[in-house]
């Protein structure tokens, strides 16, 4: 048949979805369980029928998706999921920092673990190859050239943390390795040290420390200033920030915060204010950093920044090192702008010893400590070996960092028609001869559900990896596929 220059999937959901009563639709949706249903009962989300069409002479009416995923006929069906690890052998882990040892033990449990410390960048690309999955904390670079020497057999990196800037995001996406993180179990370590570093700071705790050990007793000297009254200014009100925040308010202090991302109800419900940044930064006693690294984000506080900033203020960064320019930090400390500060964070880790930071006694330094609590370093290792045996078992991920976010309560009702969506992708593609003159798909979607509730990204994802994937060289899996259609000129657009 001759390939066609378009082709449109209509999603709709049939009449037996608005009626639970009938035994047919109970039973047939029964019968789905193995597509990772959470209950027998028919799920709310959208789809069970599909209509393709082309603007050839074909087309195709299921009426429901049990002849998609059951019939014989149709061959799609059997096409086996190249995400799932089905080896009889084990998958392969290496851990290249070091790990919680409930981690440890949960990913041994899984595969075959190998914990390989400080190795240099050659290193880790000459061992690679041998891996399907690699952890890391900060301290490792995970590059273009790691995943280009991988021989795209690396399906997943996890970071042990929240950051990501020390993973080449564009570089995993392109060879389709899933990046996830584990963004929740050190929160409270990170802002009980941002806490810790304020007050300490405010009493020059570390300085007098340093200062009786040395054999003086400088009561004088070291006299510090009240934390009650002040105004701290938040920059970057996530998760951590938001902890920070309510810390901070039990510590009597009027707390203000800077975040275009965040939600102004969740911020006043905490008795935050959400401001613009040049408010925060000129109204602040005390700026508390807790943004992420990008491009933007990038020396964002730098000359320009500490001028507007009132003189005396004090500045506590436990997020990133590189959104400090620090040699402007080094002018403000001298010029009095800025009265003191507390790094747990370097744009180099470690500091060079010749840095002029090093060198100014009102800095409270510590060596990236923000997440170092026995109780966050295993729930760290717990979150990420998690994260990581669900990715190579080709389990979603919550914490997926290059592929769509869902929330947790969206994948378990969207789970029956996952797999369902790729081989609607599949079935299309032998439909139209191949596809090889497939330019365009339309997927409408249609269900009861108001169009804003409707989250299709993963459905999407997953009807583009099946169209894609028989027509490419390459594998394609959900974190690329979208990419690889861009670069192939296949434009998917969706209707609601």
């Not at 080449?168 to 390795?177: I, N």
């Not at 994948?411 to 139209?432: C, F, I, M, N, T």
């Amino acid at each position: 048949m001759a390939s066609a220059s378009s082709a449109n999937l209509l999603l709709t959901p049939p009449s037996s979805l608005t009626s639970h009563s009938t035994s047919s639709s109970s039973n047939k949706f029964s019968r789905l369980s193995f597509l990772n249903s959470s209950s027998p009962s028919p799920p709310t989300h959208p789809f069970p029928k599909l209509i393709f069409s082309h603007n050839r002479s074909r087309s195709l009416l299921l009426t429901n998706v049990l002849k998609t995923v059951e019939s014989p006929h149709i061959s799609v069906s059997k096409v086996p999921d190249p995400d799932l690890v089905t080896s009889t052998s084990k998958p392969t882990i290496l851990v290249s920092e070091k790990l919680g040892e409930a981690g440890l033990e949960l990913l041994r449990s899984f595969g075959d673990v190998e914990c390989l410390y400080d190795l240099s960048q050659e290193q880790l690309c000459s061992k690679i190859s041998k891996f399907d999955a690699l952890i890391v904390r900060s301290g490792t670079k995970v590059t273009r050239q790691v995943f280009e020497a991988a021989g795209g057999r690396l399906k997943v990196v996890g970071r042990a943390g929240v950051g990501i800037d020390n993973v080449d995001l564009q570089a995993a996406t392109e060879f389709g390795c899933l990046v996830v993180n584990a963004p929740t179990a050190n929160t409270i370590a990170a802002a009980e040290h941002a806490i810790a570093l304020l007050a300490s700071m405010a009493r020059n705790v570390a300085q007098a420390d340093a200062s009786m050990k040395s054999g003086k007793w400088q009561r004088n000297k070291y006299v510090g200033v009240s934390i009650v009254g002040k105004t701290l200014a938040i920059m970057g009100f996530g998760k951590v920030g938001s902890e920070v925040g309510r810390r901070a308010k039990g510590l009597g202090m009027h707390v203000i915060a800077h975040d275009p991302y965040a939600p102004a109800d969740r911020a006043h419900a905490m008795g935050v204010d959400l401001v613009s940044f040049d408010e925060a930064i000129s109204t602040a006693d005390f700026i508390s950093l807790h943004m992420p690294l990008t491009p933007t984000t990038t020396k964002i506080f730098n000359y320009d920044t500490f001028a507007k900033m009132k003189k005396g203020v004090r500045i506590i960064n436990v997020a990133r090192g590189g959104v400090i320019d620090e040699d402007a930090l080094v002018k403000a400390l001298h010029t009095g702008i800025v009265a003191q500060a507390a790094l747990d964070v370097f744009s180099e880790e470690p500091p060079p010893k010749e840095s002029k930071l090093l060198q100014i006694e009102n800095i409270t330094f510590t060596p990236h400590l923000g997440a170092s609590t026995k109780e966050a370093q295993e729930g760290v290792a717990v979150e990420i070996a998690e994260a990581v045996v669900g990715a190579l078992r080709g389990e979603l991920s919550a914490t997926a960092v290059n592929a769509p976010m869902v929330p947790p309560e969206v994948l378990s009702e969207l789970a029956p028609y996952v797999v369902l969506a790729e081989k609607l992708g599949r079935l299309a593609v032998q439909l139209v001869a191949g596809g090889n003159g497939i330019k365009s798909v339309k997927v409408v979607y249609r269900s009861a559900r108001d169009p804003d509730d409707l989250d299709t990204r993963l459905l999407r994802a997953m009807i583009t990896k099946g169209i894609i994937e028989p027509i490419s060289s390459s594998f394609i899996n959900l974190v690329n596929a979208d990419f690889t259609a861009k670069q192939k000129g296949l434009r998917i657009s969706e209707e609601r």
